[in-house]
């Protein structure tokens, strides 16, 4: 049996959605054609015990019979009551008494005698007579016009061959049918397998395309209106794809952008080392400005190449080593952090914050690195002497710079990979601080905004969910 599930479930899909549309319909007609066959018998044999009621009620039976205990003798006539028509009395001790009418002997059986013994009422059973044929049998009490006649009973029967002919024929028809249904049933499943599974092998197609040729362009047509399961794996193997073509798409793009942007510091880093091995190499010293200004610019470039590489790591790593590392932070703590940085970075600036409480589930390093960018940006952009506000209150956080501002048809890319506004490319950076600022804080559910401000300048809101408490269950972080 096992042995043959498994052959089963090596099948192709089709063959097997086939076999069990078959059986499926096999079982039905099966049951349909038995309990068919079974009523037409009970019709059939309800007609029989008619004719047998109906030959008890003719003539007088009753005075024959006791004649015919009376002179019992088991020699049958033909000249009898009724064409083809049984009937006997049968004595308690199973003796045998034809009468004379009837066409032959059917066998007596001890339900035959109890009725004789002990008057029960009459009973139908089937039987077979002296000459080998099938009867039906109606057995009733006999009651003795004489106290010195022993009791009996009499027993009327009918053959059975025409009803067993139409029985046999009924179920020769239905046999036929049923084959017939089955064979049917077989070709129709393998026809809507095969319609069904249509849509499967143009996926399967696809798959096989995908996986052969690397060509995620690849789309299964759908159907606007189908809602069914084949329908929504098509759109979501196209999803798929499309995200892949998409991811694909993204990292090349990423990869091309940072070569680009580690060329030109690989190239100054490169023109500076060779100046400075030239000189070692010749013996022709450089002049000490000169050769602290060189190395001064190789510092630069490597800070910058060290930065650039960093951001990448960033924009590189998983959704799940950043999911490990989430936990409550205490969002004032981490601005207060980012300003310590900040002043640093700009010590000729009056930087004046206003923080409130406020808990978020984030990384804390990358949570602390996107507000540092955000507060580099200001810096950065602000004028000697000049003034950045920082606030945060109920879970928003405004960092506003009063330098020159974005300009409005520059504002949609602000958050683009590697995208630097024209008037900022001399400054310093790799253009990924404000990507990696938006990545991060879209993980922590939150939204960040850049905007011109009233006055001049720029404005960076990040809004971020949370309380001003922390959970109870949550460690606060250092």
């Not at 049996?1 to 089709?14: C, Q, S, W, Y």
């Not at 650039?308 to 409550?328: K, M, N, T």
Request: aromatic share 4%.
């Amino acid at each position: 049996m096992n042995k043959l599930v498994r052959r089963f479930r090596t099948l192709p899909i089709r063959a097997r959605l086939s076999m069990l549309v078959a059986a499926a319909v096999a079982f039905a007609v099966a049951a349909v054609s038995v309990t068919c066959w079974f009523i037409v018998q009970g019709k059939l044999y309800e007609q029989v015990n008619n004719d047998l009621r109906k030959a008890a009620a003719m003539g007088r039976l009753g005075d024959q019979a006791n004649d015919a205990v009376t002179n019992c003798t088991q020699t049958t006539t033909r000249n009898g009551f009724g064409p083809n028509t049984y009937m006997q009395v049968v004595l308690e001790d199973g003796t045998a008494c034809v009468m004379d009418f009837s066409v032959g002997l059917v066998k007596v059986t001890q339900a035959d005698k109890t009725v004789a013994k002990d008057g029960t009422d009459g009973i139908f059973r089937n039987g077979v007579a002296s000459d080998g044929e099938s009867v039906r049998v109606l057995t009733l009490p006999l009651t003795p016009n004489s106290p010195n006649l022993p009791k009996a009973s009499v027993l009327i029967a009918l053959p059975l061959k025409n009803t067993e002919k139409t029985l046999n024929d009924l179920a020769l028809i239905l046999l036929l049918v049923s084959g017939v249904g089955v064979l049917g049933a077989g070709a129709a499943g393998l026809a809507v397998a095969r319609a069904g599974l249509r849509p499967v092998d143009k996926l399967t197609e696809a798959v096989e395309h995908v996986a052969r040729t690397d060509d995620l362009s690849t789309r299964i047509p759908v159907e606007d209106d189908a809602e069914d399961e084949i329908a929504r794996l098509s759109r979501s193997f196209n999803s798929m794809t499309a995200s892949l073509a998409n991811s694909r798409e993204l990292q090349q793009q990423l990869i091309a952008d940072a070569g680009h942007e580690l060329r030109t510091p690989l190239t100054s880093l490169r023109t500076n080392i060779e100046l400075l091995t030239r000189s070692e190499e010749t013996g022709r010293p450089i002049p000490a400005a000169d050769r602290k200004a060189l190395l001064a610019s190789v510092k630069a470039q490597m800070t910058e190449l060290a930065s650039l590489i960093g951001d990448l790591q960033e924009l590189s790593r998983s959704e799940g080593q950043r999911g490990e590392r989430v936990q409550v932070v205490d969002l004032e703590d981490t601005v207060e952090a980012a300003l310590r940085r900040a002043r640093l970075r700009g010590p000729e600036l009056t930087i004046n914050a206003h923080l409130e409480p406020w808990f978020t589930r984030a990384e804390p390093a990358a949570l602390e690195r996107a507000v540092v960018n955000i507060l580099d940006n200001a810096v950065k952009f602000s004028p000697e002497g000049g003034t950045v506000d920082v606030g945060l209150s109920r879970g928003v956080l405004t960092v506003r710079d009063h330098g020159p501002g974005i300009p409005e048809d520059e504002l949609p890319h602000v958050f683009d990979r590697f995208w630097r506004s024209p008037s900022a490319r001399a400054l310093p950076g790799s253009g990924l601080g404000l990507s990696i600022v938006a990545r991060t804080v879209e993980q922590a559910g939150g939204r960040v905004d850049l905007a011109r401000a009233d006055g001049g300048g720029t404005v960076a809101t990040v809004r971020l969910p949370g309380a001003p408490t922390p959970p109870p269950e949550a460690p606060q972080t250092p």
